[in-house]
């Protein structure tokens, strides 16, 4: 049998027990994929990170990240939850305030904000805007009726991690949206395709919102940092952000199911294209240790 420690930490959290729980395994050399997919699935939580060395001399620390259900390219709440454990366990030295994570998406820079307490920011990938959805089959297929939609149309929008992004007239519309695996199929026509439903509202603070990924085995996700920038960039392209370019806002996320998350935003020019920061605090929560075969390679 051999020992690896983990850690628990709440993402986008302002106290325990709130934001979204990652699980993350800060010397993962020796485990196979299968049994990290194992081992996320064993936590059950919306995503487990390893930690391996870097591919890349740029590169501090190289993470994996999987779903109960998949591995994932790129994903927020892993990314910044991972930073602040590489942190604090000495995997990147304490006193750095920016590095690179090695990811399949390529490498994510990460920054270090310690002006009021400790904020790990990430730089969104690359943003694409794709196909629109259709407004009234968004409605049905949430439980919503077709007053309570805002009016720009449903779009798939991805950096990395794709989510159809779809914007209600307030919070009590969100709150009442549920999307289930039956409607996942709907919303997709029979394409094949991991698509997540992003549900928001816009707010004086920035947006209102609920995120759904039943085909990545989670029902809804309580903070959701690689939707987060597309967000932005959705909201500012149809006039629904509450500031110009360059100001800071914020999703509230998770709320409803009762993991409230704050994930703050700052955007740096051309209307956040390829140029949006997301970030908030993280709060350790436990810690413990795995005891697996010695036969985990595969």
């Known amino acids: 049998m051999s020992d690896y420690d983990y850690s628990i930490v709440d993402v986008f959290a302002e106290a325990p027990l709130e934001g979204n729980p990652l699980a993350v395994v800060p010397q993962a050399e020796g485990i196979g ?14 995503e487990t990170v390893f930690m391996l060395p870097a591919r890349s001399a ?22 910044v939850g991972g930073a602040f454990v590489a942190l604090e366990r000495g995997v990147v030295p304490a006193n750095v305030d920016s590095f690179l994570i090695d990811e399949e998406i390529g490498s994510v820079p990460v920054r270090v904000d310690r002006s009021d307490g400790v904020r790990i920011w990430l730089t969104t990938p690359p943003i694409e805007f794709r196909e629109l959805h259709d407004s009234a089959l968004c409605a ?12 720009p149309p449903p779009q798939l929008v991805t950096a990395g991690n794709p989510n159809i992004f779809i914007a209600v007239r307030d919070r009590d519309a969100v709150d009442r949206a549920w999307l289930d695996l039956a409607g996942v199929r709907r919303l997709h026509a029979g394409n094949q395709s991991n698509d997540c439903a992003f549900v928001f509202t816009p ?18 996700d309580p903070a959701t940092g690689s939707a987060t920038g597309p967000l932005a960039a959705y909201m500012m392209k149809h006039g629904l952000a509450p500031h110009a370019d360059g100001a800071r806002f914020h999703s509230e996320q ?6 409230r998350s704050i994930l703050e935003i700052a955007v740096h020019g051309d209307h956040g294209r390829n140029a949006i920061e997301v970030g908030g605090r993280v709060v350790p929560f436990a810690s413990g240790t795995l005891r697996l075969p010695d036969a985990r390679t595969a």
């Open 203 to 220: 707010t004086p603070e920035g947006a209102y919102s609920r995120m759904f990924a039943p085909e990545h085995g989670v029902s809804e």
């Open 58 to 79: 740029d590169c501090a620390v190289r993470f994996r990240i999987f779903t109960p259900y998949m591995e994932m390219k790129f994903a927020g709440h892993p990314t």
């Open 140 to 151: 049905e297929v949430l439980g919503l009726r077709e007053d309570d939609m805002l009016g």
């Open 33 to 46: 994929g299968a049994t990290m997919q194992r081992i996320a699935r064993e936590f059950n939580l919306s």
């Open 254 to 259: 998770g709320t409803k199911m009762g993991r």
